[in-house]
């Protein structure tokens, strides 16, 4: 069975400092994809980024990058210089491709506060 | 906006009334879900259609849920004789095909009285 781990329920930071959000998942499945969501207070989630298992290239967009080992089953997720507008929870996701279905299973969230 | 649409955003509903909500998924997305989300965790898959088929239910679908998708286009779920345990927000996602990105609606947020 799958599963994500998101061992910070909470972080507290002052702007413009660098926070890291940790991810731990697991499969059984050779060939899965991972995401990052963000949930700000309106509720609704937005698409940050998605992985395959293939690719462990890390990636940067901006302010913000990600770190994906498969060696530690890791995929954390770094901002640089944050910001208030940062203030959400943000979600680790894993979808597995042994189905057909691709549904994704979801950590339990962190809720970060970005404070002035 | 062609992005995903629900409606209502909002519902207050006594115990035992039926209620139903609609998703209009991104319009060449193919795959639909729903989830539902309680306070302070994540989203817990309910629901998958790939086009008008539901292919995939959760347990956490009891009987008195259930969800359709006519034409493969937009979908509805119902819940029947609503329960205080079925207070949350019920979210819809769409993606254009398996391992892709879902994109979420803003989802309903049903309250139980």
Redesign the interface.
């Known amino acids: 069975a799958q599963k994500?781990t998101q061992a910070q329920t909470e972080i507290s930071v002052v702007e413009k400092e660098d926070v890291t959000l940790d991810c731990v998942y697991e499969t059984r499945d050779t060939t899965y994809?991972l995401?990052w969501?963000k949930q700000p207070p309106?509720?609704?989630?937005?698409?940050l980024i998605?992985r395959?298992s293939f690719d462990e290239q890390n990636e940067i967009s901006g302010r913000y990058s990600w770190n994906f080992q498969k060696s530690t089953s890791s995929f954390n997720f770094t901002i640089t210089a944050s910001q208030v507008v940062d203030s959400a929870v943000y979600?680790c996701?894993l979808?597995e491709?042994g189905?057909?279905?691709?549904?994704?299973?979801?950590?339990?969230?962190t809720l970060l506060t970005v404070n002035p | 906006d062609t992005g995903v649409s629900q409606d209502p955003r909002h519902k207050i509903t006594k115990r035992g009334q039926n209620v139903t909500f609609r998703c209009d998924p991104i319009s060449e997305h193919n795959?639909l879900?729903w989830?539902r989300q309680t306070l302070?965790?994540?989203?817990?898959?309910l629901t998958?259609f790939?086009n008008e088929a539901q292919?995939?239910k959760s347990r956490l679908l009891s009987d008195r849920f259930s969800a359709e998708r006519p034409k493969g286009s937009f979908s509805t779920l119902e819940i029947q004789r609503t329960e205080q345990g079925d207070s949350a927000?019920y979210?819809c996602?769409s993606?254009l095909r398996?391992?892709?990105?879902?994109?979420?609606?803003?989802?309903t947020?049903l309250t139980v009285v």
Do not use: D, H
Request: without cysteine.
């Open positions: 994500v994809y995401f969501y309106s509720g609704e989630l937005v698409f998605r395959n979600f996701a979808s491709a189905g057909s279905n691709y549904k994704l299973t979801f950590g339990k969230g | 795959r879900y989830y302070g965790q994540g989203p817990e898959f998958y790939q292919l995939e927000m979210l996602a993606s398996g391992g892709a990105e879902a994109f979420f609606g803003q989802g947020r």
